[in-house]
């Protein structure tokens, strides 16, 4: 059975301990921190070693979980130096999430050098491969989210399969793969076994793009993609990816809810 989780970019002014009660108010069981973003409720790769064990123990003692660590990382970086920058920054963020009890952490692609694809999904999947021991001894898979230059699934697979290692899965954003006319029955076939992951975040088109609002509202289907995932045996999390800037007047319970009564719907 799927869950509902929620990533700290709905509600980043929220302490940890407002974004617990939030989770319960509204029943989700997932927290999903954007970290690198500065939001208040603090998990960053720089969090002490207390701090990551007082956060897993609350998660733990509210039955809740941190369920992903979001990352800048992208692992397709045209520049060597950079892309090794990242690859060393994802080997952080493995342990983070190894010692917050979390299992999952989502990567980008990020912007590809021109050519051909094929080259290219292999240097990705090289990125990738250099983390795939420290993610297997921490327990972690390390997730390439379909974003950015990477919206298509059947790349998005190629990558994964290439890697060819447990450790390396998908996140599939439903939104990305539809804003390239992608119906989620091909999405599906590309990514369906491949994906431990979902976010959510429906829109409408104002003025030739994309507007994120809220979910039913819009024109992604998230029901379509979901109810096969789940047919095909998906038990993870339906995180709900609504960016809100810090300081920025927000209604981070009106987001949380709604997506939250949709989702349940769908059941």
Known sequence: MTDLATMSSVCPDWTLAQVVEGMNRHGYKGFEPRVEWGHASGIEAD????????????????????????????????????????????????????????????????????????????????????????????????????????????????????VGHERVRVLWDFMHCQRLAERPEESFANLGTLTAHVHAHDGSLVDGRIQVGPLGEGIIDHETPLKMLEQDGFDGYFSVEVIHKPGSDHDADGVLANYADVFRSYH
């Open 47 to 162: 969090l002490s070693a207390e701090a990551r064990t007082e956060t897993r123990a609350r998660f733990a003692d509210e039955g809740l979980e941190i369920c992903c660590i979001a990352t800048g990382v992208r692992m397709a970086a045209p520049d060597a130096a950079e892309r090794a920058k990242h690859v060393e920054d994802l080997k952080r963020y493995i342990q983070l999430a190894a010692d917050l009890d979390c299992h999952l952490i989502r990567t980008f692609g990020g912007q590809r050098a021109s050519g051909e694809l094929l080259p290219i999904i292999d240097y990705v999947a090289e990125g990738y491969g250099q983390v795939v021991d420290e993610a297997a001894a921490a327990n972690v898979t390390v997730l390439m989210e379909t974003h950015d230059d990477w919206c298509a699934s059947a790349a998005v697979r190629g990558v994964v399969e290439a």
